[in-house]
């Protein structure tokens, strides 16, 4: 899933600060939870008690998109809530302000979260890890499904630095060293001929910026 | 709560006078909690690990054992005072757990003018309430239990079950008619909105008992069986497309509003687990507190919590069973996450040191009323600072 976080409400509220007639667009898509309904409308009622405060009244609308990056759904879904709306508070990853302000030019988009990694997610702890940068040249295979890009503190693709201790990263005691997990599933697996050839360092330039795939 | 509190109230007593030493209590408690004195052969309670469920109660051929929440004399007190307030001939007794507001109780049996009991088990009251009450005018009893696999108390609805039916048949050869006391039983249950339901599958991770299942074609599907109300996917649902029938969202949106302004300042409202306080029957209402006994504190929702921010709680305090006493699963510590979750949000706002929790257990019938004080104390401390 994406991952992203609710942005500092201070600096939400001073994003909407100029504007009073204000639709909050949620999105059922693919952050966890999703910000639908239930954190618009709660987004709804935190910048309320905040102009409370700060002696400004705003007008909010609340809706939810199935999915922010789809120009067909968010046209359908936001037309019928924009009159008189001046500005658009978005609850989706960086593609939806963006997907937004392409189809809505005369309104202002303001992002409400900022979006991290794509990650994995422990439901019990509510935490978040990084899984994938989407770096388009996947390396899983040789891996043991284990990316170094992410997992790696140093994105090393030639591991291991050497600086781990008790299979923990000597940047973060928390951080498993990817570089172990990586040997040690290969090893199990038999294939720890994977490591043995040099990778050169990842390719920034080659990156698509447009696919069709 | 002016009271200062000076002695423990234990919620359960053994009378050592009483006792016989039989030892079927010990024999029956589920939780350890009753022991024999070595040599004297005395009943000893271990209210630390003692749940409440009242199997001992009812089990005690002495009637050696007290529970102050089916205590006769207050439960008799109640009921004359509230026949003496209402011109109403029928009573409806219920279960906590089960029951939803006293309005859908009244839909349920189709009365609409009633003296509502509300206890945490109607297995466990005795039977001199219902002859008592019959003696007092009243002709028919209307009993709410939960279904008999949904029973949090220990046997306490299969025997609700069976004395009803011995109670009817007695009361029959009195003259009383043919059902004098009629038995429903009910369990809360959550109802999903496909149209709304954006199938991401949280409720089917989050629900304790597996009831919820993602199907092929989109959108999920409950199985009522496996369901046991806590709320908790309602709360965890990012689309709003759960409800926990009879406590949904807009019912509860409606009450708090509703209290507030019954409220004068300091406003305190308290989001209480109906599993983890049991409420005084004849409890005078304090002009600065409200609180909302929601079925489990899986369904205290940051919603509703903000909701009575919004119209004008100076403090709102969540109190809910602590993990061990959960009568579902682990909801006291979601609870408190919860908690601290939505603090660091307002206190981003500047409303930082409002939202309290607590955790209390019935065991101690006047645990509550303390984290109250402490916590009425904080916000009125806060009042006062906030003015200087």
Redesign the interface.
């Known amino acids: 899933m994406i991952v992203t976080e609710?942005k500092?409400?201070?600096e939400i509220?001073d994003s909407i600060f100029p504007y009073r007639r204000i639709l909050i667009a949620g999105c059922?898509g693919c952050t966890q939870?999703?910000?639908?309904?239930?954190?618009a409308?709660?987004l709804k009622?935190?910048?309320?008690?905040?102009g409370r405060?700060k002696g400004k009244e705003f007008e909010f609308k609340v809706t939810?998109v199935?999915k922010q990056c789809d120009s067909v759904l968010t046209t359908s879904a936001l037309k019928p809530h924009i009159e008189g709306i001046e500005a658009v508070l978005s609850l989706a990853c960086g593609i939806g302000p963006q997907m937004v302000a392409e189809l809505f030019p005369e309104l202002v988009v303001l992002p409400a979260q900022n979006t991290h990694f794509m990650g994995e997610e422990d439901?019990e702890g509510?935490i978040m890890e990084t899984r994938c940068i989407g770096c388009g040249d996947c390396i899983l295979t040789l891996m043991g499904g284990i990316c170094p890009h992410t997992r790696c503190s140093k994105s090393l693709l030639n591991g291991a630095c050497g600086g781990a201790r008790n299979g923990k990263c000597e940047l973060s005691q928390e951080r498993d060293c990817a570089w172990e997990l990586i040997f040690t599933r290969l090893e199990k697996l038999g294939k720890l001929d994977n490591i043995r050839e040099y990778r050169p360092p990842r390719d920034y330039q080659v990156k698509a910026w447009r696919l069709k795939p | 709560m002016t009271e200062a509190v000076t002695e423990e109230r234990l919620a359960v007593k053994v009378d050592e006078e009483q006792c016989s030493r039989c030892s079927i209590c010990r024999s029956l408690c589920p939780y350890d909690a009753i022991s024999k004195e070595a040599g004297t052969g005395k009943t000893l309670l271990d209210i630390a690990k003692c749940q409440v469920c009242g199997i001992c109660y009812s089990a005690c051929p002495s009637r050696a054992i007290d529970i102050i929440y089916y205590d006769l004399d207050s439960l008799l007190s109640y009921l004359e005072s509230a026949k003496k307030k209402s011109a109403s001939q029928a009573l409806v007794i219920m279960c906590k757990g089960s029951a939803p507001d006293f309005a859908e109780v009244g839909r349920l049996f189709g009365v609409s003018d009633f003296i509502p009991l509300s206890v945490p088990c109607v297995g466990r009251v005795p039977d001199e309430v219902f002859l008592t009450a019959m003696g007092m005018g009243i002709n028919k009893i209307y009993v709410l239990a939960c279904d008999e696999d949904y029973c949090r108390f220990v046997r306490g609805s299969p025997l609700a079950g069976r004395r009803i039916f011995a109670l009817n048949r007695m009361l029959e050869q009195l003259g009383y008619g043919k059902e004098a006391i009629t038995l429903r039983r009910n369990s809360l249950k959550v109802k999903v909105n496909k149209d709304l339901c954006i199938a991401c599958g949280n409720c089917v991770y989050y629900c304790p008992y597996h009831a919820p299942k993602l199907e092929s074609e989109g959108g999920i599907s409950i199985d009522l069986d496996l369901c046991r109300g806590c709320g908790l996917c309602v709360v965890m649902c990012p689309a709003f497309a759960l409800e926990l029938e009879h406590w949904e969202r807009e019912r509860l949106s409606a009450l708090v509003p509703q209290l507030l302004s019954e409220m004068k300042p300091p406003k305190l409202v308290v989001f209480r687990c109906q599993w983890a306080f049991f409420p005084p029957l004849d409890g005078k209402l304090n002009p600065n507190i409200r609180a909302i006994d929601v079925p489990c504190a899986a369904r205290v929702d940051p919603i509703h919590i903000l909701d009575a921010f919004q119209q004008g709680a100076d403090g709102v305090l969540v109190a809910a069973c602590a993990e061990e006493d959960c009568k579902q699963e682990k909801a006291g510590g979601r609870a408190q996450r919860l908690v601290e979750k939505l603090n660091e949000r307002l206190s981003q706002i500047g409303y930082q040191d409002r939202l309290y929790f607590c955790s209390i257990a019935p065991r101690h019938g006047d645990g509550f009323d303390k984290e109250l004080q402490e916590f009425s104390q904080k916000i009125k401390g806060m009042a006062k600072g906030g003015k200087k």
């Open positions: 609710l500092p409400l201070d509220f059922d939870p999703p910000r639908g309904m239930r954190e409308e709660t009622q935190l910048l309320e008690l905040a405060k939810s199935v439901r509510g």
